[in-house]
């Protein structure tokens, strides 16, 4: 089992992020939250986060029942940005939970946030 140094992780997911035209990340809760310019940037920084944890804190493979999957949520358009959420879940339950059970977690962590 691979041990993680969880302010390492955090802090090079935040790096990540920045790095990827992101502003403003926040982990909170276990999930990212990003304001991005566009769902394209958004998607991207999905893809680069998903390889980056199963390439440095995985396996290695995504194909592996270890891996990690990164799914993404729009959560609110201001100032000429998007707020984004990713959510970081073992990669057999990536399509498993119902959208009603993702807008609750995610409101929840938007309360969490006081937003």
Same mark, same amino acid.
């Given at each position: ?8 992780? &955090?802090?090079?997911?935040?790096? +990540?992020?920045?790095?990827? %035209?992101? =502003?403003?990340?926040?982990? *909170?809760?276990? #999930?990212? !939250? ?8 958004? &998607?991207?920084?999905?893809?680069? +986060?998903?390889?980056?944890? %199963?390439? =440095?804190?995985?396996?290695? *493979?995504?194909? #592996?029942? !270890? ?49």
């Amino acid at each position: 089992m691979i041990t993680i140094n969880r302010e390492k992780f &955090e802090k090079e997911i935040l790096n +990540l992020a920045k790095t990827g %035209n992101g =502003n403003n990340p926040s982990l *909170t809760g276990g #999930s990212l !939250y990003v304001e991005m310019i566009d769902q394209d940037h958004a &998607e991207l920084l999905r893809a680069d +986060l998903e390889n980056f944890i %199963n390439d =440095n804190w995985g396996d290695g *493979t995504k194909t #592996s029942p !270890y891996s990690t999957a990164v799914k993404m949520y729009k959560l609110a358009d201001q100032n000429g940005r998007t707020e984004f959420v990713y959510d970081f879940v073992p990669n057999e339950t990536a399509e498993e939970l119902p959208p009603e059970v993702d807008m609750m977690l995610c409101l929840e962590a938007e309360i969490a946030r006081g937003k």
